[in-house]
């Protein structure tokens, strides 16, 4: 190892290099330009009250990951430290695509900033991570200057120019990760000079074909995508650099040079980040990596520390979490300090701030010019945005007039880099208009009964920041990051579904004026709402700017609207899909919010065979208590794992979106006596009912679909039905057809390695996909969402019953008692629904589930399917004559349902489609899993609802008969759930 950042060229086999140091501008010495050390370090609140410490330098035995079975052992990695330059020609003044040369002289080593310098602390509601690191020269949560901002980036891309040298530098690819990192990497990528840019997005866009995509912490459904319009981008033997803003385990970056290295080998990794906070144990786990792929990865940073943390820090961070929620500081764990006052915090629920004060401002936005690195960004963009940068910002400052004062310009999630381009130059022309004008180093400290830092406001001062999706608690106190947020509906139509976005450290920070930066896609009616983003901010400043970037859109791209009856096909439940620069994709249901971006993995299953070691598929009896023959399980064994929680405190954990439901489980409903006897009464009168759906839906797969189909019904509600079609086959036909159970989670997909597992030992054109009903066909887009990365797979699902109008192949339209969805798992052969965790599920592994042999003496799972099956013979004639008819008509989906769930979320005042489920399986699940808030009942429904009535009545639920119903029910789950939750309309929360 040689000094200043490079490898001994004689090293074998595969190496990894570490460097810190440098400052955020890439000069010598000091600390990162414009950041300075508060009186109150904005990790002080944090810090006092759950131990937490940020330790300088690379892990030791005094440095403790978070996590309790993870103990660090001592670094072997190899550290060097790089050499920080700085450009000598690029003027303070120097746009973005300006001119570097191929080398810069390098200076003295420099020291690193202090972690306290770049970060804050804040706190989020998480299983596993009770702390947040809070940057603050991101421009993402804390408005900074956005030289200071840019400066850092750059700074860094300039270390990795050097360490490249001219030659591979010239060759390499810089690839950020959405959506915090995506204006870092593209500064990253300025630094460097040359290089193109690319960044991950969760914007998917008809007709551009992915190079990958990110799947969310646990090998779930793609919800990052890699979309470069010139499908080489990545392919190339040059040196990639991977960007993000912050390097916690090393997960993320494994993964994707995992997957990318398999398609694409190159000899040279680059890894960079603000700030390296990994144990020792995970600076082994990446040597030892780099080392099986006899590849060279180098690591860049700014600061390289790691957080100590006390063994309690979970328990007393959700602790502190619950009591700020509910208006209560928690008293610190030491010191004398006072509870901080509450959080200030704006809400579109009930508010109307009014949009008044927003004007537009056009932008000449030079055409041809990305707005981003979504699809590829290149020199050539560079230099062409570089000449028109200074135009567009001149029209922004007359726009802001003589006395501009204090001005936030603000992006919005992916688009960082474009609104950071037009702050900083904004940025310049008004310092070069107000020499003299004071500009502080900090705001003002937000909440209205904080002293201002400076007496009087400056006659210019621009900062940057943007919106995010991940929710952060606010705590309005000088010691802690996050002191505000404003809260709002996302207005991009995103793909992932409607939801909150935020603008943290904006509200009561006293701005004069703020630039909004938004790009076409996000220009909607949602961004006008009286709850809408800019009604906010125009309630938070005297002036807001609304300036709209052109969403770039590929050649490749679809560009064409699609026909009503198209964009029923694609998902748009009324046919008519919001105008757009081009159509988005079918939209899979809403994703509950993460308080920050999971790690992910990177795939592309269309090219990969399964992973290596995958087990055959589990069967019983050692793994449930179906026949081995009857289902053959693609998951793995978690049933020695707890995984049970309270049912409140899950509702509770999922609407906070600190939690996804599929991380725990709930604890097993086992019916009463008086429920049983429900149970057996409607088996006995709608088996036959049941018999003729399955006949009538096996035929037509037989029919249409193959005439030797692969059964792959959806763990666990759609696998007694596989097993009934599977049996209807043998009965009818003597056909053997193999039936598998697969795990598919709602806003996170279906499991990749099933998938894979599946193509390797079956066509996976005779794969019919199979599931127990629709309710409003959340996991019907779910699938099609999936499998867009599976083209080899049909995504159109079947079902027993379709009351929602979701797809086209099913057994009946009618909404009524499925006897399968009274109970849970003692009727789907003792399994658990499925499991998907991080610390559970690896990148190569099945998602999990439990097998409850302990309910063995309350099983009636065999009994269920043997009562329907008895049924088979007197429902032929019946099935045949529905299955004729059915052949000649027109099923295409009506998304009737979907239309109706949409009508009550708004008349019951909930706002979330994904709070409202339709259907007696439906209505029935939330009565077993969920917080109920009420329920919807058909006037006149009759023995159907027996089971619904008496789990209502045990719940203290009120059932509500209404007209005009598609379905016989509707469960509403309670949509404001704490739990202090009181009162059946759902607004008293807070425990008293």
């Known amino acids: 190892m ?17 460097t810190a140091g440098g400052t955020a501008d890439g000069t010598a010495g000091g600390t990162a330009e414009g950041v300075v050390e ?98 603050n020269v991101l421009g993402k949560h804390v408005p900074q200057s956005p030289s200071t901002v840019y400066d850092a980036g750059y700074g860094l891309g300039r270390r990795v120019r050097d360490l ?38 969760r914007r998917p866009v008809p007709g551009v074909n992915t ?37 916690s385990t090393g997960n993320t970056v494994r993964n994707t040079i995992r997957d990318l290295h398999a398609r694409h080998p190159r000899d040279w990794y680059v890894v960079v980040a603000l700030v390296d906070m990994r144990s020792a144990a995970d600076r082994e786990a990446l040597a030892a990596f780099a080392a099986s792929l006899g590849a060279r990865v180098d690591l860049v940073a700014l600061a390289t520390g790691t957080v100590a943390l006390p063994p309690d820090v979970l328990a007393k961070g959700q602790a502190l979490v619950a009591a700020q929620e509910a208006g209560a500081a928690a008293p610190p764990t030491r010191g004398a300090e006072a509870p901080a006052p509450p959080a200030f915090e704006a809400r579109g629920a009930g508010r109307s701030p009014g949009a008044s004060g927003v004007t537009r401002v056009a932008l000449a936005w030079p055409a041809g010019v990305p707005d981003g690195g979504r699809h590829g960004f290149t020199p050539a963009h560079r230099e062409t945005l570089a000449a028109a940068l200074p135009a567009m910002a001149a029209g922004l400052a007359e726009a802001l007039g003589d006395t501009p004062g204090r001005v936030l310009v603000l992006g919005t999630e992916e688009l ?19 020499p003299h ?46 002191r505000t947020r404003l809260v709002f509906p996302a207005h991009d139509d995103p793909a992932d579904g409607p939801g909150e976005r935020y603008a943290y450290n904006v509200a009561g920070a006293g701005f004069d004026a703020v630039v909004a930066v938004v790009d076409t896609a996000g220009d909607t009616p949602e961004l006008h709402a009286p709850d809408g983003l800019l009604a906010h901010l125009a309630a938070q400043a005297g002036r807001v700017l609304l300036a709209v970037v052109p969403a770039y859109v590929p050649a490749c791209a679809t560009r064409t609207e699609p026909t009503p009856e198209q964009a029923q096909a694609q998902g748009h439940p009324h046919g008519h899909p919001r105008p757009r620069t081009y ?52 998951l793995q064994d978690l049933s020695d794992v707890a995984l049970e929680a309270p049912t409140e405190e899950r509702e509770e954990a999922i609407q906070a979106g600190g939690a996804h439901y599929a991380e725990s489980l709930p604890v097993e409903y086992q019916p009463s006596a008086q429920y049983q006897e429900l149970y057996q009464a409607a088996l006995a009168a709608s088996a036959a009912r049941v018999a003729r759906a399955v006949g009538t839906v096996t035929e037509t797969v037989l029919a249409e679909r193959s005439p030797r189909p692969v059964l792959v019904s959806l763990a666990r509600a759609g696998t007694p039905v596989g097993v009934l079609m599977r049996r209807w086959a043998g009965h009818r036909h003597g056909l053997d057809l193999p039936h598998y159970a697969v795990s598919i989670v709602r806003g996170r997909g279906i499991d990749a390695n099933a998938l894979r597992w599946l193509a390797a030992h079956h066509d996976p054109a005779d794969v019919v996909f199979v599931d127990g009903w629709t309710g409003k066909g959340a996991i019907t887009r779910e699938l099609t969402a999936a499998l867009a990365e599976f083209p080899e797979f049909d995504p159109n699902i079947v079902v027993l019953a379709d009351p929602g109008g979701c797809v086209a192949t099913y057994g009946t339209r009618e909404d009524f008692l499925i006897p399968s969805a009274c109970l849970n798992s003692t009727v789907s052969g003792l399994i658990s629904r499925t499991v998907l965790r991080a610390d559970l599920v690896g990148p190569d592994d099945f998602h999990g589930a439990k097998f409850y042999r302990a309910l063995a003496g309350a099983d009636v799972s065999a009994e269920f399917v043997d009562t329907v099956a008895a049924h088979f013979g007197e429902v032929a004639e ?39 489920k339709p259907g007696v399986g439906e209505t029935t699940r939330v009565l077993l899993r969920r917080v109920p808030w009420k329920i919807l009942a058909k006037r006149g429904a009759g023995a159907d609802l027996g089971h619904v009535r008496l789990l209502a009545e045990q719940r203290g639920v009120p059932v509500e008969e209404v007209d005009g119903l598609p379905y016989t029910c509707v469960g509403l789950i309670h949509p404001h759930y704490t739990r202090g939750a009181t009162g059946a309309d759902g607004k008293a929360v807070t425990a008293p």
């Open 211 to 247: 190079a990958g995509g990110f799947e969310e912490s646990h090998s779930h459904a793609t919800s990052h995508l890699l979309l470069p319009e010139d499908p080489k981008l990545l392919a190339g033997p040059g040196p990639l650099v991977l960007v993000d803003d912050e390097f």
């Open 583 to 634: 159509p988005h994709a079918p939209n899979p249901p809403h994703r509950p919010a993460t308080d920050d971006r999971q790690e992910p993995i990177m795939s592309e299953p269309q090219h990969q065979g399964p992973p290596a070691g995958l087990p055959q598929p589990l069967r019983g009896p050692a793994f449930s208590s179906y026949a081995a023959d009857d289902v053959g399980w693609l």
């Open 437 to 482: 004008a004071s500009t502080p180093e900090a705001l003002d400290a937000p909440g209205s009964d904080q002293p201002p830092r400076t007496p009087q406001p400056p006659a210019a001062l621009v900062r940057y920041s943007t919106t995010t999706r991940s929710p952060v608690l606010a705590v309005d106190d000088p010691g802690y990051a996050i």
């Open 2 to 18: 040689t000094d200043g950042g490079t490898l001994d060229e004689g090293t074998a086999g595969g190496t990894v290099d570490e």
């Open 38 to 135: 508060d009186v109150v370090w904005s990790g002080t609140w944090v810090a006092e009250r759950l131990g937490v410490e940020l330790v300088d330098g690379p892990p030791d035995d005094g440095g403790r990951d978070e996590r309790p079975e993870a103990r660090p052992t001592p670094d072997t990695a190899s550290e060097a430290t790089s050499d920080a330059a700085r450009d000598p020609d690029r003027g303070a003044g120097a746009g973005p695509a300006a001119a570097a040369p191929a080398s810069a002289p390098a200076s003295a080593p420099a020291p690193a900033p202090a972690l306290r310098d770049l970060l804050g602390l804040a706190l989020r509601r998480n299983p596993k991570r009770a702390h947040l690191l809070v940057s």
């Open 164 to 201: 490249l040298g001219p030659d591979e530098a010239a060759r390499a690819v810089v690839l950020g990760y959405a959506e915090t990192a995506t204006a870092l990497g593209h500064c990253v990528a300025d630094g460097l000079g040359s290089a193109p840019y690319l960044h991950s997005t």
């Open 878 to 916: 019946a099935v045949d004559a529905e299955v004729k008819e059915l052949l000649a008509a027109d099923r295409r989906p009506t998304w009737e349902g979907w239309a109706a769930v949409e009508r009550i979320s708004e008349e019951y005042g909930i706002h979330d489609v994904n709070l409202v």
């Open 416 to 434: 960082m880099y474009a609104p950071l381009a037009l702050a900083r130059e904004l940025e310049r022309q008004l310092a070069a208009r107000h």
